[in-house]
């Protein structure tokens, strides 16, 4: 067999790659391959366990692919060789290409260091329908769940089983839950509203080791203290997946993920990476980052399946900006770009804007609510490196205004003298516009 171009990985980075590519190379023939013989979309795998129902909700369909001329293999690729342009699949024989792309994603962190990880009842939260399913048929009739790390899918797998009855302890090493993605005055709200539905909140103690007679039975933290469970689920984090990569000669860097340019180019000539796989630099520090989103994910597949053929100067990545939003009975709560702790432990000299308002005008307007924005500012240059907000529904597209903001590196200046559109239906005031607001807030301090 042979192909044109060539994708290892089917979900959201070898998709939106394989369309970028057949709409900038129509001519051209395009493979993806996957292992699964069905993906997910992976920010809704938490959603599967109460709000949506079942793991088939969560599917994503083929045809809107296969319609747009795209070929799907069903297989594993065991081995590349790169001088030859040849890869070897697991039973479909070899397959030749032109270009090739890594997008083989990540896998949870099941961590050798802890003891009792790979007790019965020890779940991590992988993208395979299979697993899910099994895993969502055993919670099914077990009481107390223990969620190891409170990032974004702890949170959202601890709320999730909450709501359908469990008992749920979630546990973080850090001083305060989502402290990787917020300044811990941003995650109050979010904490105190998952304690009122029920949720054991344990933070500042990290676990120590997990046991039980074949099945966990405890959960064991660094402090001593002990919980009883009858499950517990390993939110401790991805790594990239990159196996394939590293067996064919392709540079791998010193933190695990294939070293790729801006313009998503690997070590290799005519192979490219893209998504979890992949090292990412921060687009405010410069240094690697562990942030691993579907977002960004596609908007890398946008550069690599613009340039496979001849590099587009104007799109290449700059950087990744961790932009991530939840949202917990009715609460929204959301970030981009580098947190006010973050920054400074990276040197940089920053001030800050803050603003609470109502995201509806009047605030007497059926369905309004406060809206809270947190701007991070460098402080000489003026330019905008970083923001929280939370609010309700709304809260969640002005962080990708934000998202907007700082990879055009905008000053508050700017911001503040931007021009809106505003309804007293659906938006905030003009008057007190509290993205506007905080950036006036931050230019007072930098007078």
């Keep these: 067999m042979k192909r044109d171009i060539v994708i290892i990985g089917g979900g959201p980075a070898g998709m939106i790659t394989a369309i970028t590519a057949k709409a900038n190379h129509p001519d051209k023939s395009i493979v993806f391959i996957r292992k699964e013989e069905r993906t997910l979309t992976p920010c809704g795998i938490p959603y599967i366990f109460s709000t949506l129902g079942t793991v088939e909700k969560d599917m994503v369909p083929d045809d809107p692919f296969l319609n747009k001329g795209l070929e799907i293999i069903i297989d594993e690729a065991l081995d590349v060789n790169t001088k030859e342009k040849k890869i070897v699949l697991a039973s479909k024989g070899e397959l030749e290409y032109e270009k090739l792309v890594f997008a083989t994603g990540s896998e949870p962190i099941r961590p050798k260091w802890l003891t009792g990880?790979?007790?019965e009842n020890v779940f991590v939260i992988k993208k395979d329908h299979k697993y899910l399913?099994?895993?969502k048929d055993i919670l099914k009739e077990q009481k107390k769940i223990a969620v190891i790390g409170a990032g974004f899918i702890g949170v959202e797998m601890s709320d999730e089983l909450a709501t359908d009855g469990k008992e749920v302890f979630l546990i973080e090493k850090l001083p305060y839950i989502l402290g990787r993605a917020f300044d811990e005055d941003f995650t109050k709200d979010m904490q105190k509203t998952l304690s009122n539905k029920g949720i054991n909140i344990l933070t500042g103690s990290g676990v120590k080791e997990l046991k039980g007679n074949g099945k966990v039975e405890k959960v064991i933290l660094e402090n001593g203290k002990e919980v009883e469970v009858d499950s517990v689920i390993l939110s401790m984090g991805?790594?990239?997946?990159?196996s394939v990569a590293k067996k064919a000669g392709i540079l791998i860097t010193s933190t695990g993920g294939i070293w790729v340019d801006e313009y998503m180019r690997t070590s290799v000539e005519d192979v490219f990476a893209v998504g979890d796989c992949?090292?990412?630099?921060?687009?405010?520090?410069?240094?690697?980052?562990?942030?691993m989103l579907a977002s960004t994910a596609t908007s890398e597949a946008r550069v690599a399946g613009s340039n496979l053929y001849n590099i587009q100067n104007l799109k290449a990545f700059n950087g990744t900006i961790a932009i991530f939003s939840t949202k917990v009975d009715g609460i929204v709560i959301g970030?981009?770009?580098?947190?006010?702790?973050?920054?400074?432990?990276?040197?940089?000299?920053?001030?800050?804007?803050d603003f609470e308002g109502m995201d509806r005008h009047p605030g007497t307007i059926p369905g309004a609510g406060k809206q809270k924005v947190k701007l991070v500012v460098a402080k000489r240059s003026g330019?905008?490196?970083?923001?929280?907000?939370?609010?309700?529904?709304?809260?969640?597209?002005?962080?990708?205004v934000l998202g907007f903001i700082i990879q055009n590196r905008m000053r508050v200046d700017e911001v503040y003298t931007s021009q809106i559109g505003t309804h007293p239906l659906t938006t905030s005031a003009p008057t007190k516009y509290p993205l506007i607001k905080a950036a006036e807030a931050a230019m007072m301090k930098n007078i």
């Design 383 to 400: 330019i905008i490196i970083g923001g929280q907000i939370s609010g309700g529904e709304s809260a969640s597209e002005l962080v990708n």
């Design 335 to 353: 970030s981009a770009g580098a947190t006010e702790s973050e920054a400074k432990a990276s040197d940089f000299e920053v001030i800050t804007g």
């Design 117 to 119: 990880s790979d007790l």
């Design 278 to 291: 992949t090292q990412r630099i921060n687009f405010i520090t410069r240094r690697p980052t562990p942030t």
């Design 238 to 242: 991805y790594a990239p997946q990159v």
């Design 133 to 135: 399913q099994n895993v």
